[in-house]
């Protein structure tokens, strides 16, 4: 079956510094990849869409600055928080698709991200 | 309906009962998503359904679709405690994207 790893599971940094998560597709083809992240209160935001061999789409709000992303294969991609403040705490999720499937998103746990 | 609303919507029902949560959309779609997020775990799809289907069924779970009023519902058969989770309609935007309603919080108690 199709399944999205995505680590580290939790994450603790201190304001100003970054950190790194990784989501690794298992059992298909990761054409493209969402990047979300979930607020407490459970909304979504979609940070950036990447699709391999096209330019990685960020939407308003979020920048490659911020938020740099690679996408170097079709199993994998890893997102950057850099300069984490409180406001970008939440529930980072990769959502991944395989378009020899439908439109479906397969889904990580979520990296959780705190700043102190 | 999950798009109209800025908040999560809760709603607790009583273990055997039926449900139906309702989404209402904007922007023109072909297909609208319904996942499942449990607590501490991503969202995972369980019903797909298209603009050329207007109802769907899995299980105990029927979707349909209407897209002259734009809205699309979700309904549970005699519900279980194990359906207590966070559901969540979504539909594809511009250039491949997927926009999540802002969910419901369904409670299902013994």
């Known amino acids: 079956g199709a399944l999205v790893y995505q680590y580290p599971r939790r994450t603790i940094c201190k304001s100003g510094t970054s950190m790194r998560m990784e989501c690794q597709a298992v059992?298909?083809?990761?054409?493209?990849v969402a990047w979300y992240r979930q607020s407490p209160q459970k909304t979504f935001e979609l940070i950036a869409l990447s699709t391999v061999n096209s330019a990685i789409k960020y939407e308003q709000n979020f920048t490659q600055e911020k938020f740099p992303i690679s996408h170097p294969n079709l199993s994998f991609s890893s997102m950057t928080v850099l300069n984490a403040y409180l406001e970008d705490r939440g529930l980072y999720l990769c959502?991944?698709?395989?378009?020899?499937?439908?439109?479906?998103?397969?889904f990580g746990h979520g990296t959780k991200l705190s700043v102190l | 309906s999950q798009w109209g609303e800025e908040n999560l919507q809760a709603l607790s029902i009583q273990e055997g009962e039926d449900v139906t949560m309702n989404c209402s959309y904007k922007t023109y779609t072909t297909v609208v998503h319904w996942y499942r997020q449990d607590s501490g775990r991503g969202p995972a799809l369980i019903i797909l359904?298209?603009?050329?289907?207007r109802e769907k069924r899995s299980g105990r779970l029927r979707a349909t679709l209407d897209t002259s009023s734009q809205s699309s519902s979700l309904s549970i058969t005699a519900a279980q405690c194990e359906d207590t989770a966070v559901y969540f309609c979504?539909?594809?935007?511009?250039?491949?994207?997927?926009?999540f309603g802002t969910g419901t919080l369904l409670s299902v108690k013994p």
């Open positions: 979504a539909h594809g935007g511009s250039g491949n994207k997927l926009i």
């Open positions: 059992g298909f083809q990761a054409t493209s």
């Open positions: 359904i298209r603009s050329n289907e």
């Open positions: 959502g991944a698709r395989d378009r020899g499937v439908d439109e479906r998103l397969f």
